[in-house]
């Protein structure tokens, strides 16, 4: 009893510990979020008392702080929304930057999720060793990094004279191996007796496809959808390789300018680049935990 009894404080204590240890580490992530969007409401110069040391301006002789301390502020002493203004009325390119990352983004997630669904219909219903190959070499993209082939798409995206447009992001971006891999292995664990079933009433590849295999791969849509959208959401690399027309940037390479000058627009406008992916996330929050947790298989 005395063995049981000890195992047993053991066992909470180590679920104290774990529990505790998933807390912090969820506070820690939160931090930075809470804090971009406490301090989008405070005024100039409250950020620049707060954050003097850290954002200083430059002369030539040394760095002239407004601070020599870093204050970390979680409630505004006077909440305003200058700082919204700016952003959303007073200035348009910040709203143009937005709009741009929308363009890309969007086109980018619903066309590349198309190409996944019909490519990976094809390599789960109609295996063969061609195909095997073709699969591996979707692996081999996959795992590249994608500054490996940043120049090979610059001497594409070249050689067709669309450097410095939006087709020398989305193009690429559409038939990229990430969702198709993913899409495949999700498919090939749709039992084949539900084809043979529909086949037998005179179904079509297009209603078997559209009536068995889409429903069932809901989950697992939704998920990569949303992963795409993020990844793209976020993306530095290809706009400043390939687009060198600054108009046409997205707000991702936008923001990093935004840092160099009014710290206090940079928060603003890191709130409103946050607001597609929390609404997309709560959204979908649902379908990311299914597709995470069964791959988008059947349930048991």
């Not at 000890?6 to 820690?28: D, E, Q």
């Not at 989305?170 to 891999?181: D, G, K, M, R, T």
């Amino acid at each position: 009893m005395r063995r049981l009894f000890g195992l047993r404080n053991r066992r909470r204590f180590v679920n104290g510990c774990v529990l505790l240890f998933i807390l912090f580490a969820a506070l820690m992530f939160l931090v930075p979020t809470v804090l971009t969007i406490a301090n989008s409401f405070m005024t100039s110069n409250e950020i620049s008392a707060n954050y003097g040391a850290m954002f200083s301006n430059m002369t030539e002789k040394k760095k002239v702080f407004i601070s020599n301390n870093v204050n970390l502020k979680f409630i505004p002493d006077k909440v305003t929304f200058d700082q919204y203004k700016a952003v959303l009325i007073q200035n348009s390119d910040y709203l143009m930057k937005f709009w741009n990352s929308v363009i890309l983004t969007v086109p980018i997630t619903v066309f590349q999720i198309l190409v996944a669904i019909l490519a990976s219909y094809g390599f789960s219903r109609y295996p063969n060793k061609f195909k095997s190959i073709i699969f591996f070499a979707y692996i081999i993209l996959m795992i590249m990094p994608y500054q490996v082939t940043l120049v090979p798409n610059f001497l594409v995206a070249d050689k067709l004279n669309m450097l410095d447009t939006r087709k020398a992001i989305i193009l690429p971006a559409i038939f990229s191996p990430f969702s198709i891999f993913l899409l495949t292995k999700v498919m090939k664990r749709i039992p084949i007796s539900y084809v043979e079933a529909a086949k037998l009433d005179g179904a079509s590849e297009l209603k078997i496809l559209t009536k068995i295999y889409m429903p069932l791969c809901k989950g697992a849509i939704v998920s990569i959808a949303m992963l795409v959208f993020i990844d793209y959401w976020n993306m530095v690399e290809q706009p400043i390789v390939l687009m060198k027309n600054n108009t046409l940037h997205p707000l991702s390479v936008f923001l990093s300018e935004i840092n160099t000058g009014d710290i206090g627009l940079a928060f603003a406008v890191g709130t409103v680049y946050m607001i597609p992916t929390v609404l997309m996330f709560l959204y979908g929050e649902d379908y990311l935990i299914e597709g995470i947790t069964y791959s988008g298989g059947i349930k048991g």
